[in-house]
């Protein structure tokens, strides 16, 4: 029996490290990818679809409004896009270039990362705020939320929050110092589900804008994430992420989702349009959210201890190796499997044995954040039922050739 990627000559992998978007991110249950079928027969007005989304991500997070995004990065280039041009369609037009606007974003200096890139795309400076002493192994402290307020000036557009169990200051201080300032909040919340109560905690502590992914733990589209927070600005966001070839008389977007009334005009394509969502997108997105929403978070920890337990058990007496089941405290205490390298094996040896997995038959990816301790991860997010044998024949048989 032959799969549609065998069809294109493409090898199907055992993903053990996560919904990683270099991995295609994770498995969709069957409902969404239903969903997605079903919502692709028929052509709707994007716009009324958007606001429906709109309502459901509202009810979910607490939030005034939401936006299906491509993803959390487009979610925060549309954020930010939003927090400059606000409702000027004049503003929307020109960007990215931000000349004569608010166009700085203020941002702790530990919580810089290879995703604010998507922020600086609108076109505006990250301004970093504090020293990181706590990382750098001399000291205790890092950015205090006096230093954001202190780094706010008139061109500051917005805030970038990126939300971790580590990160420093605490959110409900940063939302204060910003406030403060009159300066809206952007959460890059990304990763940040499970838990669940996080879909509506970053609202609660005074978030304006919180991007989520889709992909990731939430079970949607690959391609698909969600930005959720003040009216007007999801509206913002929406109007410079909408393909937006209409007449101005024919253009008729729900009112509650878009206030026509409040426009002198319409923008042209925006700064977004090249983050577009699509229908299916738009549907998965909503029927993962509500399934998400629905699922008690012991029944779904214990789906996924289960899972990986499987694996932790078939790995017993694994030569030069300690093996143990583990909770990841960074990540809602997500059931894992550490795989330890022992004396005799030196981390180099942890590195050719991923490299092993990754280049075999079936390929196996870990998660190789603890490769210089030695330590390969394995996570059950994105396996299926069949994969922890599998997974511990391949680690047999490269140990035992190694
Ligand atoms: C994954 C991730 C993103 C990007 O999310 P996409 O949905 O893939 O666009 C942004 N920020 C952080 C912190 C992430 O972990």
Redesign the pocket.
């Known amino acids: 029996m032959t799969n549609i990627y065998e069809r294109l000559g493409v090898r199907t992998i055992i993903n053990a490290q996560g919904p990683a978007?270099r991995l295609s991110g994770g498995i969709m249950a069957p409902e969404v990818a239903a969903a997605m079928v079903e919502a692709s027969r028929h052509c709707v007005d994007i716009a009324e679809l958007q606001a429906a989304a709109s309502r459901a991500i509202a009810e979910a997070t607490g939030a005034e409004a939401g936006l299906v995004t491509s993803?959390?990065?487009?979610g925060l280039l549309l954020g930010t896009a939003a927090c400059v041009a606000g409702l000027d369609p004049g503003k929307m037009n020109r960007l990215p270039d931000t000349s004569g606007m608010k166009n700085e974003v203020v941002v702790a200096r530990s919580q810089r990362?290879f995703?604010d890139h998507a922020v600086r795309a609108a076109g505006v400076r990250l301004v970093e705020a504090g020293i990181a002493d706590r990382f750098s192994g001399a000291g205790v402290r890092d950015c205090e939320a006096w230093e954001i307020a202190d780094a706010v000036t008139e061109r500051t557009a917005a805030v970038l929050y990126?939300a971790t169990p580590w990160s420093r200051p605490a959110l409900p201080e940063v939302t204060a110092a910003a406030h403060g300032k009159g300066v809206p909040v952007i959460v890059?919340a990304?990763?940040q589900l499970p838990p669940a109560g996080n879909l509506r905690r970053f609202i609660a502590e005074g978030a304006d804008l919180v991007a989520f992914?889709?992909?990731?733990a939430l079970g949607g589209p690959q391609a698909s994430?969600i930005l959720c927070g003040r009216r007007d600005l999801i509206a913002s966001a929406a109007l410079q992420m909408l393909d937006q070839d209409a007449r101005w008389e024919l253009w008729l977007p729900p009112a509650d989702f878009i206030d026509k009334s409040r426009l002198p005009g319409l923008p042209q394509h925006g700064i977004g349009r090249p983050c577009k969502a699509g229908k299916e997108e738009i549907v998965g997105l909503i029927t993962a959210l509500r399934l998400f929403v629905v699922e008690d978070p012991a029944a779904r920890r214990a789906r996924w201890r289960t899972l990986i337990g499987r694996l932790a058990d078939s790995l017993q007496n694994l030569p030069g190796c300690a093996v143990a089941l583990v909770a990841d405290s960074t990540h809602d205490d997500m059931p894992q499997v550490d795989v330890t390298f022992q004396a005799g094996r030196s981390n180099r040896a942890a590195l050719d044995v991923a490299r092993e997995l990754q280049t075999g038959n079936p390929p196996i990816y870990v998660n190789t954040g603890r490769i210089e301790e030695g330590v390969l991860r394995f996570g059950p997010m994105c396996l299926t039922e069949d994969d922890p044998p599998r997974i511990a024949a391949r680690l047999r048989a490269v140990l035992g050739a190694a």
């Open positions: 978007t993803g959390a990065a487009a990362n995703y990126v890059d990304a990763a992914s889709g992909g990731k994430g």
